[in-house]
C-alpha cells in the first residue's frame, strides 16, 4: 500500500480530494511504474483538484501533471529499475492517473532520462512550468531573438512559467521586464534577475488602438487575454509574443495591424505533446542554462496532505514560484 491524493466526484456533481492508501493494482496498466518522489503544483492541477472537476473526465482520479522519481519496474528496455526519470506532458494528470502519489505506472514512451545534474527536487522546481518556459525561449531564439534586440517582457512574471522564464532570461544576458500585480513579488523578481517592473495594470485595459509605441523586443505571455491584446500593440518591429498561457481567457480581441505593418508573430507554446528528442534537449538546456541558486529562491514546500488548499490557492493566483511536493513527507 502507498499513498496518494485520490479525487472523488459527489453524487451531486462536484469533487473532493484526500490522502488514501491504494496499491499497485489500482494503477492504470502501462509499461513503466516510477517511484515517485517529487511533484509540483500547476494551474491545472488546480483545475483537478477543485470543486468543479476541471479537466478530468472519469474518476476516481489522481491529479499532478509532471512529477519525478526512480523507476521501480519496466517492460520497457529503454528503462531498467534504478534509472532516474522525469515526466512532463502526455495529459497525465488529467486523463492518466498522475504524480501526486508515491508510485505511478506510465508509458515509456512519456518518459524522459533525469539529466545528472539535477536531483529529482530541482527537475520538479523547473516543472511543467520550467519546461514550457524554456520551450517559449527555445521558439523565440529560433525566430532571431538575440540580448542586442532590446527588452523581453514576462507577463505573469510571479507565476511558475513566468518566475522560471525570467531567470534563465537573465541568466543568457537579456534585458528583462516583468509584469506584476503584486507588489510584495517585486524584490523577488529583481533577485530572479529582472531589470524593470512593470505593474500589471499597465497592461489589462482595453484599448482601441491597433498600435502603441513600440517598446518590447520579444515577450513571453503567460496570461493571455487583454493582456495579450494589449501587448501586441507594444512589440517592436519584427518582434514575437510566445503564449503560454490562458490564465486571463482563451478569448482575443485584436486586430492584425501588428502582424501586418510591424511584422509580429504569434507562437503557440503547447508541452504536452512534445516529441521525445524536443523533451530531452529541453531537459538538458535547462540543466545548463538555469541558474540553480535562482532556482532556489523560487521553492516553497509541501506534502500530499497541503494540496487541497494549495490546489485552490493557485487558481486565485496566491502561489509565488513553484511549488514542489515531496510525495513520502
Not at 480530494?17 to 488546480?46: M, R
Not at 508509458?107 to 539535477?118: F, I, N, R
Not at 507588489?183 to 491597433?210: F, M
Amino acid at each position: 500500500m502507498f499513498n496518494a491524493l485520490v479525487v472523488e466526484k459527489n453524487d451531486d456533481g462536484t469533487t473532493h480530494a484526500s490522502v488514501q492508501q491504494i496499491n499497485l493494482s489500482q494503477l492504470p496498466d502501462a509499461d513503466v511504474t516510477v517511484d515517485v518522489e517529487h511533484s509540483t503544483v500547476n494551474y491545472k492541477d488546480g483545475l483537478c483538484i477543485g470543486p468543479g472537476g476541471g479537466l478530468v473526465r472519469n474518476y476516481p482520479h489522481i491529479p499532478g501533471i509532471d512529477f519525478a522519481g526512480t523507476v521501480s519496474d519496466s517492460s520497457d528496455a529503454r528503462y531498467v529499475p534504478g534509472d532516474k526519470v522525469v515526466l512532463t506532458g502526455w495529459r497525465v494528470g488529467e486523463a492518466h492517473w498522475g504524480g501526486y502519489s508515491q508510485k505511478a505506472r506510465v508509458k515509456a514512451d512519456w518518459l524522459v532520462p533525469l539529466p545528472e545534474a539535477l536531483t529529482t527536487r530541482q527537475a520538479m522546481a523547473i516543472g511543467t512550468a520550467g519546461f514550457t518556459a524554456m520551450l517559449a525561449i527555445n521558439e523565440l531564439e529560433q525566430q532571431g531573438l538575440t540580448p542586442e534586440k532590446g527588452t523581453v517582457l514576462v507577463t505573469g512574471a510571479s507565476g511558475g512559467v513566468g518566475s522560471v522564464a525570467t531567470t534563465i532570461l537573465a541568466s543568457l544576458g537579456y534585458d528583462v521586464a516583468a509584469v506584476t500585480g503584486r507588489p510584495e513579488t517585486i524584490q523577488y523578481l529583481k533577485n530572479l534577475g529582472a531589470n524593470h517592473i512593470v505593474p500589471r495594470e499597465e497592461l489589462s485595459e482595453p484599448t482601441k488602438k491597433p498600435l502603441d509605441s513600440e517598446k518590447w523586443a520579444a515577450c513571453i505571455d503567460a496570461v493571455g487575454g487583454t493582456m495579450l491584446a494589449r501587448v501586441l500593440t507594444q512589440m517592436k518591429y519584427g518582434g514575437s509574443v510566445a503564449a503560454v498561457g490562458l490564465a486571463g481567457g482563451a478569448a482575443l480581441s485584436t486586430t492584425v495591424i501588428p502582424f501586418l505593418l510591424r511584422g509580429v508573430t504569434l507562437l503557440g507554446i503547447d508541452s504536452v505533446m512534445q516529441p521525445y528528442e524536443n523533451r530531452l534537449n529541453v531537459w538538458k538546456r535547462l540543466a545548463s542554462d538555469l541558474p540553480m541558486e535562482n532556482l532556489e529562491m523560487m521553492i516553497e514546500a509541501a506534502t500530499l496532505q497541503d494540496l487541497p488548499k494549495l490546489g485552490a490557492d493557485i487558481l486565485k493566483g496566491q502561489i509565488k514560484g513553484r511549488v514542489v511536493v515531496d510525495v513520502n513527507a
